[in-house]
Each structure stands twice: as structure tokens, then as C-alpha cells.
């Protein structure tokens, strides 16, 4: 159980970067890849508690690395459009 309590801790303190006013965007994205990573070992430890074969795992991770890719994506247009990451740099109208 000392693992549960370690995904649970390591979820919130992701979900606590993630809601705190962050300026930049790329830690907004590492919060969000961490949150992912929580998940991710929730899952595992959850199949491997009802000894599931462990497909799903890689179709999870296949839709992270996209969500990742496409974070990356957005924050290179960003920086290519206004010059830095900066949340204050642009407006959303």
C-alpha cells in the first residue's frame, strides 16, 4: 500500500503545479507529462493486482506520447509566433 499512497501523493502534487499560475508553458507540460506518469503506475499496479494482460497499458502510453508530441507542438509555434513561452506575451482573442 506504500505505493498507492505514493501515486496518490505524486497525482496531487502534479495536479497542484498544474493549477498553480504558472508563466511558462513548458512547465505547465512537464505537470501535465507527471500527471500522466501517476496514472501510468496507478494502472500498472492496478493490472497487476488482477492479473490483467497488460494491452491497455500500451495504448495508454501510445495516447501520452501523442498528447506529449502535441504539447511539444504547440509550445514551438508559440515561441516561433511570440518569442518566448510567456503566458503575459500573447492574448487568447
Do not use: P, W
Request: with cysteine.
Amino acid at each position: 500500500m506504500m505505493n498507492m499512497s505514493l501515486i496518490i501523493i505524486m497525482f496531487f502534487i502534479g495536479n497542484m503545479i498544474f493549477v498553480s499560475k504558472q508563466k511558462h508553458l513548458l512547465i505547465v507540460l512537464m505537470s501535465l507529462e507527471f500527471i500522466v506518469l501517476s496514472i501510468f503506475f496507478f494502472f500498472l499496479l492496478y493490472l497487476m493486482m488482477v492479473d490483467y494482460n497488460m494491452y491497455m497499458l500500451m495504448v495508454f502510453l501510445v495516447f501520452s506520447v501523442c498528447e506529449g508530441a502535441l504539447g511539444l507542438s504547440i509550445l514551438v509555434s508559440m515561441i516561433r509566433t511570440h518569442g518566448n513561452d510567456y503566458f503575459q506575451s500573447f492574448n487568447l482573442i
